[in-house]
């Protein structure tokens, strides 16, 4: 059961403590919450397929990185500096991971 708190010293508080309490902002009400259980939740064949993709291309990222050669063609390819190259790498592997599922579920 969340309620609404008008205290002094939550003012301005977001966020979780631990796995028990929760502070949320609702335009001008500060609500304290419950931690939610999401052990029960369903996911939709859409998320479990994004899921897959997901673990795919960061398990391919992580050996792609280790490869000094591989990284710096990458960092030139992508063209972007050596603080965004994973981001980038990862976007370029989600699309690739990406098109091959969507072939192989036609």
């Given at each position: 059961m969340a309620t609404q708190s008008k205290n002094v010293i939550m003012n301005g508080v977001k966020g979780a403590i631990g796995k028990q309490v929760v502070f949320r902002n609702y335009g001008e009400k500060r609500v304290v919450s419950v931690y939610p259980d999401m052990s029960k939740?369903?996911?939709?064949?859409?998320?479990?397929?994004?899921?897959?993709?997901?673990?795919?291309?960061?398990?391919?990222?992580?050996v792609l990185k280790t490869d000094v050669t591989e990284r710096n063609a990458a960092q030139l390819r992508l063209n972007v500096p050596s603080n965004k190259l994973h981001h980038a790498w990862l976007?370029?592997?989600?699309?690739?991971?990406?098109?091959?599922?969507?072939?192989?579920t036609k």
């Open positions: 939740r369903i996911l939709s064949e859409k998320q479990i397929r994004r899921n897959e993709i997901m673990g795919m291309a960061n398990a391919e990222l992580k976007k370029e592997l989600l699309l690739k991971f990406g098109k091959e599922v969507k072939e192989k």
